[in-house]
């Protein structure tokens, strides 16, 4: 059993060198940080960017900071949105519900759409 084990291992081990390309590392704060878009939020709102689409994953992500009382425009987003919250609470809303609260550690997917 262990060596059948090993050498599926070797398999796909030898199948991921054969796709491998470099590894990447964006060292912390290397990207400057942007004020929000006075046409996408409201209050003062700090974005930086962590990381852009590429040829693999089509999405983006960004740490977006929001001082008390800070919010986004109502907007959609063509491929859904996830959102992870890291710090501080705050709402999220779908038009036409009820607000919902959100705190460290919540996982919010937005759909497309909405």
């Known amino acids: ?15 991921a060198l054969a796709h491998a390309q470099n590894i990447e590392i964006t060292p912390n704060a290397s990207a400057p940080s942007a004020l929000g878009d006075a046409k996408l939020f409201s209050g003062h709102v700090v974005v930086d960017s962590l990381f852009p689409a590429n040829e693999f994953t089509h999405g983006t992500g960004g740490h977006v900071t929001f001082a008390p009382g800070a919010r986004t425009a109502w907007h959609t987003h063509p491929a859904g949105q996830m959102l992870i919250v890291t710090s501080g609470k705050g709402w999220v809303q779908q038009e036409g519900s009820a607000k ?13 759409g909405v």
Request: no cysteine.
């Open 1 to 15: 059993m262990k060596k059948l084990i090993a050498a599926a291992s070797l398999v796909t081990l030898s199948t």
């Open 100 to 112: 919902r609260e959100i705190s460290p550690g919540d996982v919010v997917w937005i759909p497309v």
